[in-house]
């Protein structure tokens, strides 16, 4: 009877035990609760595994970190040497800025050569032959170039009538029949020189056409 009074017992107070433990132990957590080598073996696999990929993450974090601050300390050295450089050009800049240059004053003389204007012929309008009343002035005009023995600039003229173009070998024309003419007449023609203005200054020998249709002859001293 006793012994069978004693097993209930003990059947009851096992009962009672396990109803109480509602969820199963974690065998990482109490130390005072007794589990077989695997499950400790399990328990400390696994703290070794959160050490280690923590360990690797922090050493992960360390080397971005380091390497952000060498590309830091690079942009740094960039920034130091293009400040020195922009230091420089400034110091250069205000050097030149402050230096005093001496502009040398041009040397005002003489010219080399000097025209003197000895006679001029006109023409008629879009003509370049020689009229017979004009033929005296050149004529006159040979006259003073045999006796100065100096070389001779014939320049020939046009109206501002006309497109530049044609004005300007219009001119050219009367300029070479004139000088024809002075060759003609005994002028040595290796000291005669010819040029042509066109229409372009034609107000610088009057406001009327006919006196701007003409050639005009100067001695080169």
């Not at 003489?110 to 006109?122: A, D, N, S």
């Not at 200054?201 to 005009?216: F, H, N, T």
């Amino acid at each position: 009877m006793k012994k069978v009074s004693l097993a209930l017992l003990l059947m009851g107070g096992v009962v009672f035990a396990e109803s109480k433990q509602e969820k199963p132990l974690d065998p990482c957590g109490s130390p005072k609760e007794v589990y077989s080598k695997y499950m400790l073996d399990k328990c400390y696999e696994g703290y070794f595994k959160a050490i280690m990929e923590a360990k690797k993450n922090a050493d992960e974090a360390l080397r971005l970190v380091n390497e952000a601050n060498r590309k830091v300390s690079d942009l740094e050295r960039r920034v130091g040497k293009l400040e020195g450089i922009a230091d420089d050009h400034e110091r250069r800049i205000r050097a030149l800025e402050g230096r005093k240059v001496e502009v040398p004053k041009p040397e005002v003389g003489p010219y080399k050569w000097q025209l003197e204007e000895v006679g001029t012929v006109y023409f008629d309008f879009n003509k370049f032959n020689i009229k017979p009343s004009e033929a005296s002035k050149l004529d006159e005009i040979v006259g003073k170039v045999k006796d100065s023995g100096k070389e001779v600039l014939v320049v020939g003229f046009a109206d501002k009538r006309g497109p530049s173009n044609y004005n300007f070998n219009l001119s050219m024309w009367r300029a070479q029949m004139v000088a024809s003419y002075l060759a003609q007449k005994g002028v040595d023609i290796g000291k005669m020189r010819i040029a042509s203005y066109g229409k372009e200054v034609a107000d610088l020998l009057g406001k009327k056409y006919s006196d701007q249709r003409a050639v005009k002859v100067f001695i080169i001293h």
